[in-house]
């Protein structure tokens, strides 16, 4: 089902996102938006100058940098802040932090952050779940992602389509405004990208991959999920992080990073597999487990689900 914009009384395209949430989200939903909006523009300026490494790792035992840690703690404190938090669980946290509210939130606080030095897009990514995590993707009320590119936008759905907002810059400050309403996947595919090396992806997955270029599809790679993912959106196509050799259960997490991004896809006319099932049906028996993640047009994942799983 697609929004009917209640606009007020602005003009749609300057519609403001504080007006839009006013109008068309519920209330606890609504405040952590605005939170995750605000914070974000703290993190996109600070992230060129907390680049450097710490010496930690995250529960996946990825190293964190300075900037990893920076955006968690502003998504927490900007998150909890609010009193519609049940609890906040991170990929940055071994433990989430436990809230007086009733949504329990999932985030990647900075996606693709192995990116910082090469200057790719970054991101973050957030899950609203109105059951207590581990939850499967059906309890899902609204997810969002943030892209740090060109543009510092936010895409968001609450199970009424897709819609986005950019931030604009006023003086010293910013907010943000309607770009994009009710956004679907276009009917013609014509991008593909996929994580890890061809050399360790499933032979299923390769021989799909390899088929793409032929049937009028050019690839396009930038190592974040999110930016990966926003380009298939606009243009149409898949992205995977695959089941690996190395790997079957592949990179990303089911609560962080592939739920919140299959919701989305699935409000924009799309479908997300694992390979044998609708990522939104997976129930995860922890915070961090891991699913190969096949996103985007219905007509190329549906494919590579037949494929992955041996019914075709
Ligand atoms: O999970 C972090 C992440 O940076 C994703 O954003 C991205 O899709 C993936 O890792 C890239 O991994 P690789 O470097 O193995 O292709």
Redesign the pocket.
């Known amino acids: 089902m697609q929004i009917s914009l209640k606009v007020g009384s602005e003009p749609p395209g300057q519609l403001k996102l504080d007006e839009f949430l006013r109008l068309n989200v519920p209330e606890d939903l609504s405040a952590l938006t605005t939170a995750i909006s605000k914070a974000s523009i703290t993190v996109s300026d600070n992230i060129p100058f907390k680049s450097g490494l710490l010496a930690q790792t995250n529960p996946s035992g990825e190293t964190q940098k300075a900037i990893d840690v920076f955006s968690n703690d502003e998504f927490v404190e900007a998150l909890t802040a609010t009193g519609a938090a049940a609890e906040v669980a991170s990929e940055e946290m071994e433990e989430p932090v436990r809230s007086k509210g009733t949504i329990s939130v999932a985030m990647d606080p900075l996606?693709?952050s192995?990116n910082v030095e090469t200057n790719n897009p970054l991101g973050s990514i957030f899950g609203f779940y109105d059951k207590k995590l581990p939850a499967s993707g059906r309890s899902l009320v609204g997810a969002l992602y943030v892209t740090y590119g060109s543009m510092l936008t936010l895409t968001v759905s609450f199970g009424k389509g897709v819609h986005r907002f950019v931030a604009v810059r006023e003086g010293p400050s910013a907010e943000f405004q309607l770009l994009d309403v009710n956004i679907r996947l276009p009917d013609r595919a014509s991008v593909f990208g996929v994580?890890?090396t061809r050399e360790d992806w499933i032979p299923q997955v390769r021989g799909f991959f390899d088929s793409l270029p032929s049937r009028g599809l050019r690839i396009r790679y930038c190592?974040?999920?999110?930016g990966?993912y926003n380009q298939v959106l606009s243009r149409g196509g898949v992205f995977a992080?695959p089941a690996l050799v190395s790997k079957p259960r592949g990179?990303?997490r089911v609560h962080y990073?592939t739920a919140p991004i299959a919701y989305i896809n699935e409000q924009a006319g799309g479908y997300s597999t694992d390979g044998k099932m609708n990522i939104l049906d997976i129930q995860p028996q922890s915070y961090s487990e891991p699913s190969p993640a096949y996103v985007g047009s219905a007509p190329l994942t549906k494919e590579l689900e037949r494929l992955v799983s041996g019914s075709s």
């Open positions: 996606d693709g192995s994580g890890g190592g974040t999920f999110v990966d992080y990179k990303l990073e």
